[in-house]
């Protein structure tokens, strides 16, 4: 195939065919023939041709007989040879000519018209062809740079949310951290109280008493284990809050990660122009992915996406607030009923100290009676004793007044008087006796109470240790309000 020709988009070639005209020119050169006109044997110049080719078939002539005979040879053929005269009888008539021509210049006008009203709007085509391309680019363009703009307003608002997340992720740690330490903190305190319960298991006899302090105690510790059950709680409900919150970050950070690759792409399709490197052809790239969003899918993925994080930033704001509210009450409780427990101690060692000095009030004062109820019986051993000697004197009296003669045994007043004096020496005796049995079994019951007392005197001892020096010196390391709620 000849190439003749070619533009900026297709290549136009000659097909090789033995039928195609010779090129025209309006050249007057272009008309001068190259075949001899006096050739007499056709033959000659075109041996494969044999004489009978020449002959018409019918009246019109054909383009091939033009083309492989000229006018020349046939006319040479018949003028020369008289056996072929009978030819001039199939010749073209005059009119036949003109139509003939007439016919070629219709033809001819008819086909430059077809191809100038071809060319015309072919022309017209192109032009509004290349305005619609230009249209229809600068439309893209726009709509590029509007989804541009889309993204740019997306990413601002995932940008403007993750830094929200993230102050609310930092601020709910910190309050997660403060419930940390203040969970560690109540176990001193629930340490100490449980040591005073143990420490108040000492005390001895009447006093393992359940007193106000025992009861306030065992309530301290109800308390305490009560706030540290709320705290835990709370603490699981920070866990899986932050967790949350870091979900709803990952989920904004892919979003807006994605938004970046699609910035950067929309960004430089938009600086694409048709003199661009890099363009080329993709056959089959124009075809819809029915798996792709849309976009109203595409901004209710984001807009789904913030929604849910501010959703779960406002559950972690109330979740902060319900913990410093928490923080606050577990706080005052612990201190209130520390301070319960404090009042308690102090009013029960009042007591105590009050019990012990009167104890050792009358622990003197027994141990003052004690002091005289034996010298009582000393003084009565004594004064019996000393009737001893007077009963011996009146007992000896008599029986020698036994030994008088005869009528001299007279029961006289002197002999009345001796019997009346042994009977009364006697009772007193007996009555001393009495009365000293008497101060022995006071001295008994007076030295039994002494021991009562000094066995009770040692047990409030023992029970004022325990409360002010175990107790109370452990609860001076009760930790302050802020530790309670937090702060370090």
């Not at 603490?235 to 950067?264: G, P, T």
């Amino acid at each position: 195939m000849e190439l003749i020709g070619s533009t900026l988009t297709a290549t136009y070639a000659r097909p090789k065919t033995s039928s195609f005209l010779p090129a025209i020119s309006t050249m007057a050169s272009s008309y001068k023939s190259h075949t001899p006109h006096f050739a007499l044997n056709p033959s000659a110049s075109q041996p494969w041709r044999t004489g009978g080719y020449y002959k018409t078939a019918s009246v019109v002539p054909t383009l091939a007989s033009l083309q492989r005979a000229s006018p020349d040879l046939v006319r040479a053929k018949t003028m020369f040879y008289p056996s072929n005269r009978t030819a001039l009888s199939t010749r073209y008539m005059p009119d036949d000519w003109h139509k003939s021509n007439q016919s070629n210049y219709w033809e001819s006008e008819s086909t430059r018209n077809s191809a100038e009203r071809l060319r015309r709007d072919t022309i017209r085509l192109i032009q509004d062809k290349e305005q619609l391309t230009r249209r229809t680019q600068e439309n893209t363009s726009k709509n590029i740079g509007e989804r541009i703009n889309d993204i740019s307003f997306w990413r601002s608002e995932l940008n403007h949310e993750i830094e929200n997340m993230v102050g609310e992720i930092n601020a709910l740690s910190e309050v997660k951290r403060r419930l940390e330490r203040a969970l560690a903190e109540t176990e001193g305190p629930l340490q100490v109280s449980q040591e005073c319960l143990y420490h108040r298991e000492k005390r001895m006899s009447i006093d393992l008493v359940h007193d106000d302090v025992e009861k306030d105690l065992i309530k301290e510790v109800e308390v305490i284990k009560s706030c540290q059950a709320r705290m835990r709680r709370h603490l699981d409900r920070a866990i899986a809050q932050l967790a949350s919150n870091r979900a709803a970050q990952h989920e904004l950070e892919k979003d807006i990660s994605d938004k970046v690759s699609a910035h950067r792409i929309d960004d430089r399709c938009h600086q694409l122009r048709n003199t661009s490197d890099g363009i080329s052809y993709y056959r089959g790239i124009e075809r819809l992915d029915p798996s792709v969003s849309l976009p109203e899918s595409w901004s209710r993925f984001t807009d789904t996406n913030i929604l849910h994080s501010q959703s779960e930033r406002a559950a972690s704001q109330k979740l902060r607030e319900e913990i410093e509210i928490l923080l606050n009450t577990t706080s005052n409780e612990m201190w209130n009923q520390f301070n319960a427990v404090n009042v308690a101690f102090t009013n029960r060692m009042s007591e105590t100290a009050d019990a012990k000095n009167n104890l050792q009030t009358h622990l003197a004062k027994t141990l003052q009676e004690i002091f005289q109820t034996e010298m009582l019986i000393e003084a009565l051993k004594k004064a019996i004793r000393d009737k001893e000697n007077p009963l011996k004197v009146a007992q000896t009296r008599l029986e020698e007044r036994t030994r008088r003669p005869n009528v001299e045994l007279c029961r006289d007043n002197p002999h009345h008087r001796l019997i009346s004096e042994v009977r009364e020496i006697e009772d007193t005796i007996q009555k001393l006796r009495e009365r000293l049995l008497e101060a022995e079994s006071a001295l008994q019951t007076l030295v039994k109470t002494k021991v009562t007392l000094e066995h009770d005197l040692s047990v409030k001892a023992n029970s004022l240790f325990l409360d002010q020096e175990k107790c109370m010196g452990m609860r001076r390391s009760f930790p302050s309000a802020p530790r309670l709620v937090g702060y370090t």
